[in-house]
């Protein structure tokens, strides 16, 4: 398995990024998708889920209506629309698949977002 994001950078309070995640090593098309971030200091947090099909997602209160979770399963990859972008969205976010038969989570290298004026 192996999750590549990219995408992240420096942006404005207000401003917007897309990060996208290639996945490889499994069947990208039937398993669900998350995106995750870790501030400095901070544990990992969950942001958003997409299913198979990108027929259902879910947000963190947090990037409810600023951020969206989108998949093209033709190019095995997962974005993230992110706008209205606040300092406090500051972080390094991960792409994660869990694997429910071995009950083990794998992880990308993180994408560093920085919002700061």
């Known amino acids: 398995v192996q999750l590549v994001e990219s995408g992240g950078g420096l942006v404005q309070p207000g401003g917007s990024l897309r990060l996208s995640c290639l996945a490889s090593?499994?069947?990208?098309?039937?398993?669900?998708m998350r995106w995750y971030r870790q501030g400095s200091g901070k544990g990992r947090d969950w942001v958003a889920v997409?299913?198979?099909?990108?027929?259902?997602?879910d947000y963190a209160g947090s990037v409810k209506g600023r951020f969206t979770i989108s998949r093209d399963n033709a190019k095995n990859t997962v974005y993230l629309q992110m706008n209205s972008l606040t300092p406090e969205d500051t972080g390094v976010y991960y792409c994660?698949?869990?694997?429910?038969?071995?009950?083990?989570?794998?992880w990308g290298q993180g994408t560093q977002v920085t919002v700061s004026s």
């Open positions: 994660n698949y869990f694997d429910w038969r071995s009950r083990r989570d794998y």
């Open positions: 997409i299913t198979p099909a990108g027929g259902a997602t």
């Open positions: 090593g499994f069947a990208f098309a039937r398993n669900d």
